[in-house]
């Protein structure tokens, strides 16, 4: 399926966004009037505010531009995942790495989307 | 230019409470009455800020029960919810509604729970925080709010070579200004030896880089300028600044700027007619020891990627060139979420009063409050003068 495919209604929602997640395909927007391009589902642009945006597929591999890995974790969480943003071509997205260890500017690519009991995470690891 | 007066102040310790939030509330009320020399009677308005208790007790609608807890019933209220800068914008509203001649005396404050007494446990409190992140796209990923400002920090650290020895120093010089402070959660030194030896929470923070749970609440009494010298020690609020970022992380533009506090700085200098280096000390959104380092280079204090530096090198210390978080901030004094915007208040009104006991600064006449909300998106920065 193509990105504009994943879209059921107007725009991007996210159900569409963490479907083609689990697809393991990565949706982002891309503005036509300002160019910016969004990892996370939204209504109009944020940085100009245009309603014109356009689904998109982002790049699965990418390179970190930071990175912690959490170690007292929220309740449903087991301690020691990495939570990283990734550049990944002209978005950054944010996800997680389940063996913690990639550093920023090391290369990472998206290996699942993952249901947890928040939600569908992008879980990225090691070139 | 004067924009309003803060006329009374008044807060609880910040630590463990069993009180309930009404209670708790009272205890930081009533002393604010008292310093301004006026009873629940004189109040046209309460603007009140409480960030999580609807999730962490259970408690929401909680401005009118407050109200008639403290029996101000019949007043307008409205409460505050912008994550830890809850209260800064209940003040900030406050100040407006005072200067355009809505009301003409406003309470303001805040109140929160964070500690076990909640009923919540680590992982729980925890998760509760973690709500101020983005809903569909971030708390799937576990990030934490200590993850969410070591990923700010650690892109700080990777652009400007900032140290995690840099980091544990802030903590020591907080912790040595909350030992002076007898309102703080924690009164206990500690050395940058402890805080690296601490156990990780987010990388790069450690335990003593993160600030506690706290219970705890704050309260601060705001007229006009035009009703100000009827009372008896009113310090003027000058400029209040309000900038918003996006949600989520990805979407800002710069990890390391922290944006919104940069915009909001602007604004508060602005309206003030100040610049950074005419004011004499600040306190700030230390819910971290790397969120110290980006405020004060976002307020301008110092030049970016030197926040770190400056800090290990003392000039950050109550007798340093510029005192940050003479009360021991956030990371000493204590973090009771709604409570934290007008405690920051209350320490600028007692230092520029000179009533800041041990921790009082020589030089108190211009101070400045940074408060930030969920991962730096909400910044309110207020800046309060000794009244000409």
Redesign the interface.
């Known amino acids: 399926m193509t990105a504009e495919e994943y879209v059921v209604g107007d725009r991007l929602t ?1 159900d569409d ?2 479907e083609a997640l689990l697809d393991g395909l990565l949706l982002g927007q891309e503005c036509q009037d300002c160019g910016y391009t ?4 939204k209504a109009a642009c ?1 940085r100009c505010g245009s309603r014109g945006i356009d689904a998109v597929e982002l790049p699965l591999e990418g390179e970190v ?13 087991e301690r020691g ?1 990495q ?1 990283v ?1 990734v550049d990944v071509g002209d ?6 790495v389940d063996d913690p260890g990639v550093e ?1 500017g090391d290369d990472v690519e998206l290996s699942e989307g ?1 249901e ?1 009991e ?5 879980v990225f690891e090691r070139v | 230019m004067t924009r309003a007066s803060v006329v009374g102040v008044g807060m609880t310790e910040f630590g463990v409470h069993e009180k309930r939030l009404a209670e708790l509330f009272a205890d930081a009320a009533f002393p604010a009455f008292d310093d301004a020399g006026i009873t629940g009677d004189d109040v046209d308005a309460f603007y009140f800020g409480n960030a999580m208790s609807g999730l962490s007790e259970n408690d929401t609608h909680l401005a009118p029960k407050i109200a008639t807890h403290i029996g101000i019933p019949g007043v307008p209220c409205q409460r505050y919810e912008d994550a830890c800068a809850t209260s800064s914008n209940a003040f900030k509203n406050a100040v407006e509604a005072v200067e355009a001649g809505v009301h003409d005396v406003v309470l303001v404050g805040g109140v929160e729970r964070c500690t076990p007494e909640t009923g919540l446990d680590t992982p729980e409190m925890t998760r509760v925080f973690a709500s101020a992140s983005h809903r569909e796209y971030e708390q799937p990923t576990g990030l934490t709010f200590p993850g969410v400002f070591a990923l700010l920090t650690k892109r700080h650290m990777h652009e400007h070579g900032t140290t995690e020895e840099q980091l544990a120093e802030v903590a020591v010089k907080n912790h040595y200004h909350g030992s002076l402070n007898p309102r703080a959660h924690f009164g206990k030194e500690t050395t940058v030896e402890e805080v690296l030896d601490g156990p990780v929470v987010a990388d790069p923070f450690r335990l003593m880089d993160c600030c506690p749970f706290s219970d705890g609440a704050s309260a601060a009494i705001v007229v006009s300028d035009d009703l100000a010298d009827s009372y008896s020690d009113p310090v003027d609020v000058t400029g209040v600044g309000h900038g918003t970022d996006c949600v989520p992380i990805s979407d800002k533009e710069q990890l390391s700027a922290t944006q919104a506090a940069r915009d909001a700085a602007d604004e508060a200098y602005s309206q003030a007619g100040v610049s950074a280096d005419e004011v004499d000390f600040v306190e700030v959104h230390d819910c971290f020891t790397g969120a110290e380092v980006l405020a004060t280079e976002a307020l301008g204090l110092f030049e970016d990627g030197e926040g770190g530096e400056a800090a290990a090198e003392g000039r950050t210390r109550v007798d340093g060139e510029v005192p940050v978080n003479p009360s021991g901030g956030l990371k000493a004094k204590g973090h009771p979420i709604g409570a934290t915007g007008t405690a920051q208040i209350t320490e600028l009104v007692e230092q520029i009063r000179g009533e800041a006991g041990e921790r009082q600064l020589d030089d108190a006449e211009v101070g400045l409050a940074h408060n930030l909300g969920g991962d730096s998106a909400t910044t309110i920065v207020s800046v309060m003068e000794a009244r000409a």
Do not use: C, K, L
């Open positions: 996210y966004w963490q969004t990892g996370a589902p944020p531009h930071s990175e912690t890995t959490i170690q007292v974790p929220p309740s449903g969480f995942y939570v943003v978005a950054r997205v944010t996800g997680r920023i993952r947890t928040s939600g569908v995470a992008a």
